[in-house]
Structures are given as structure tokens and as C-alpha cells.
């Protein structure tokens, strides 16, 4: 079945960089975008991004351009997402999610989603 | 401060019946931009619960229904069962933000 499967949690003091990875399987890797998603404690869910994993074009929330960059191997069939300058706020659980191969399909849902990846960033 | 904004919580009897509001704005719901609902279990991933509006994905009771008028969305549950106990959350797309958001998310309690 279509799956993605995350790396493990990660620890990081705050101004480091997290690169969180991201297989996919199941299905036609570049068929597809990948988007990242995190839930910061007692949070809701909150859109940070997307890569195509056909052409590779990005579209980052403008909350975080400048501190994430997307990119996939196809070679892998896999996703990879690093944030820099990490603050104590990024402490969150990211999640990637399959999602449009473009953005304008921009009626496209989420699915599926992988297991979540827990960052905490703490001193 | 999320876009589309759904109540933050929810609750009703075994059973009973609930209603989830999620409003937007011209630039998401109002602009004609599907709307798709998420069932999120904690420490698991979320799930895709109504795409499209109103499209149950396989294996999704029919106790989960979803709509969408002018700028709104709404997910009704019937006969509520202890297992929906959850957090559930719309997304849309919004083109003066040029990407997709998500509601504030809504706790649903089974009492």
C-alpha cells in the first residue's frame, strides 16, 4: 500500500539545523508532491511547505522562508526536509503528506501521511 | 491565527449527531476551493476523512458526511461512537497566502 515511512526523532539546541527524511513506497514517487506539515504542542496542524517530486519546485509558507529548504531524491523515492536556525518554538512533531505533483492543483488533499518525526529543540 | 477557523471543540452523547463549522474567506472556501477534512488520533498520523467537499475515501463509515456553501464547510458525524473521540481539521487552499492552510482543528469529545 502507498506509505511513507520517516526518520527518527531528533534533539537539537537551538541555531542548529534538522533535516527530517521522508521514504515514500506503493506508488509512482514523482507522480506526486510532497507537502510538510508540523503540530507544535497543544497546536493545531500547520502547513509549512510543499516540493513536486517530478520537476522539484518548491513553495514554502511565508512563514518559514528563508530557514526551510525541500528536496527529493528519486533515486530513493524519498523527501527531505531541513529547517535552520532553530528557536525553541520549532519543538513540534512534522509530518510529510503526499499531495499535489503541481501547484496548480490546488484543490489536491493529503494522503497519506507519514508517521511523524518529534523535533524538540532545548538548550 | 488560522485562516479557516473551526470551533475549538465539540461534544455529544453516543449516538447523538455533531456538526463541525469551518469558515474561510474569498480567497479559500469563498473562491471555490475544495475543501477536505482530517480525523487526527493523538500519536498518529492523521487521516484523510472527506476529500473533495463531500467524498467519503474507502473504508470511511457513512457516519461521516462533508458540505460546503459560500465561504463554509461543514462535517457532520452520526451516531457518535467512543473510537471518534479525536481531533478533526478542513483544509483548502488560499491564493493570497499561494498556499494550502488549515482550520484551527476542533476536539471532539464522546461524553
Known amino acids: 500500500q502507498d506509505q511513507l515511512v520517516q526518520s527518527g526523532a531528533e534533539v537539537k539546541k537551538p541555531g542548529a539545523s534538522v533535516k527530517v527524511s521522508c521514504k515514500a513506497s506503493g506508488y509512482t514517487f514523482i507522480s506526486y508532491g510532497i507537502s510538510w506539515v508540523r503540530q507544535a504542542p497543544g497546536q493545531g496542524l500547520e502547513w509549512m511547505g510543499w516540493i513536486s517530486a517530478y520537476h522539484g519546485h518548491t513553495n ?3 512563514k518559514f522562508q528563508g530557514r526551510v529548504t525541500m528536496t527529493t531524491d528519486t533515486s530513493t523515492s524519498t523527501a527531505y526536509m531541513e529547517l535552520r536556525s532553530l ?5 513540534a512533531v512534522y509530518y510529510c503528506t503526499r499531495g499535489a505533483v503541481d501547484t496548480a492543483m490546488t484543490d489536491a488533499f493529503f494522503d497519506p501521511w507519514g508517521q511523524g518525526t518529534l523535533v524538540t529543540v532545548s538548550s | ?19 463541525i463549522s469551518c469558515t474561510g474567506g474569498t480567497s479559500n472556501i469563498g473562491a471555490g476551493y475544495d475543501v477536505h477534512w482530517y480525523q487526527h488520533l493523538p500519536g498518529t498520523a492523521p487521516k484523510l476523512l472527506i476529500s473533495a467537499n463531500s467524498n467519503r475515501p474507502s473504508g470511511v463509515p457513512d457516519r461521516f458526511s462533508g458540505s460546503k456553501s459560500g465561504t463554509s464547510a461543514s462535517l ?21 497566502l499561494s498556499g494550502w492552510v488549515f482550520g484551527g482543528g476542533t476536539k471532539l469529545t464522546v461524553l
Open chain 1, 60 to 62: 514554502y509558507a511565508q
Open chain 2, 76 to 96: 457532520a458525524i452520526t451516531g457518535l461512537q467512543a473510537e471518534d473521540e479525536a481531533d478533526y481539521y478542513c483544509q483548502s487552499y488560499d491564493s493570497s
Open chain 2, 1 to 19: 491565527q488560522s485562516v479557516l477557523t473551526q470551533p475549538p471543540s465539540v461534544s455529544g452523547a453516543p449516538g447523538q449527531g455533531v456538526t
Open chain 1, 87 to 91: 528557536r525553541s518554538d520549532d519543538t
